[in-house]
């Protein structure tokens, strides 16, 4: 299952507003980095599929969620709960660092290995 595409006017009603915790993956299709975590971002929301939702935001076309959240470089993940912002990975960054970054706004008892 691929992360959703969200855009500018989606945004509060995808992310803000979602009853479960967001990962927002902030990229643009001429970033070479975002390619490459791009295949991590996909496997981290099929590990994760009962526990978060995942969504990609193109910050090319969707300018103003990437300027009101200071996007300066990409990739930047952010995870979102109860509508804020509660962390942030800048970079392509291996799995276990993306995870491990996500169980720490799970409940305990459902974060994976």
């Known amino acids: 299952m691929a992360a959703a595409q969200v855009k500018d006017d989606t945004f ?9 915790p967001v990962l927002v993956d902030f990229w643009a299709p001429w970033c070479g980095p975002c390619r490459m975590v791009a ?3 996909d496997e981290i929301a099929e590990l994760y599929a009962d ?10 076309e969707n300018p103003n969620v990437a300027s009101q959240y200071g996007i300066r470089s990409i990739p930047t993940l952010m995870i979102f709960k ?3 912002q509660v962390d942030m990975v800048v970079g ?10 996500l169980a720490k706004h799970l409940p305990q008892s459902s974060a994976q290995p």
């Open 12 to 20: 509060k009603a995808e992310v803000l507003e979602s009853q479960v």
């Open 39 to 41: 295949p991590v971002v």
């Open 51 to 60: 526990q978060i939702k995942v969504v990609k935001i193109n910050t090319d």
């Open 82 to 84: 109860d509508g804020q």
């Open 92 to 101: 392509a960054v291996p799995k276990t660092t993306l995870a491990s970054t």
